[in-house]
């Protein structure tokens, strides 16, 4: 028994879901988002109490993981096209900054040359200033996706500190040589 699989996503005001074969549309202010889920679940839209039902046929164990699975998948795409999401990066270490040339994120990250990234077409990137870096979008997988790739770009180092990290992220520091004597 899915205990995620089995609680009905409210639909916010606002948004439209459409379900056609095993496409689901969902269309909101922030965007339009689509998936196609797997046959063993069936979704199916409670006009009534304005929810997103999500069962399954059988009860073998592919059956019971894409239960789950697509009922958090159809709640993330009704937050994402509502409010969307979010993800903020900062910049750590001397002569670390970002910029964004058109639709192009710039990074000097301690490397010879400068790190070019193309910014997906469903994603907002912004630079509040030259050491921060933020994402923002409707689909829950690109944001967290473009932004685990910059940061993978140069991750925090464990003895200064250096880096790309995610707001709020706390880098273990290291002693260094000098502390073991």
């Given at each position: 028994m899915s205990r995620i699989g089995n609680k009905p996503v409210a639909i916010?005001?606002?948004?439209?879901?459409s379900i056609a074969d095993r496409n689901i549309d969902v269309e909101g202010p922030k965007g339009k988002l689509s998936f196609k889920h797997r046959p063993e679940v069936k979704v199916a839209v409670d006009s009534d109490t304005?929810?997103?039902?999500?069962?399954?046929?059988?009860?073998?164990?592919?059956?019971?993981?894409?239960?789950?699975?697509?009922?958090?998948?159809?709640?993330?795409?009704l937050v994402g096209v509502k409010d969307g999401y979010e993800k903020k990066l900062e910049i750590v270490g001397v002569g670390y900054l970002a910029s964004i040339s058109g639709d192009t994120l710039q990074l000097r990250v301690g490397y010879a040359n400068e790190l070019h990234r193309k910014i997906?077409?469903?994603l907002t990137v912004t630079c509040p200033d030259q050491t921060h870096v933020v994402i923002q979008g409707c689909d829950k997988q690109s944001v967290g996706q473009?932004?685990?790739?910059?940061?993978?770009?140069?991750?925090?180092?464990?003895?200064?500190?250096?880096?790309?990290?995610?707001?709020?992220?706390?880098?273990k520091i290291k002693p260094g040589k000098s502390a073991t004597k």
């Open positions: 916010p005001s606002g948004v439209t879901v304005n929810q997103v039902i999500v069962s399954r046929d059988g009860d073998d164990r592919p059956s019971r993981e894409f239960h789950g699975l697509t009922r958090a998948i159809v709640a993330n795409m997906p077409t469903d473009f932004a685990a790739e910059i940061r993978s770009l140069r991750k925090p180092e464990p003895y200064k500190g250096k880096g790309i990290r995610y707001q709020g992220e706390q880098v």
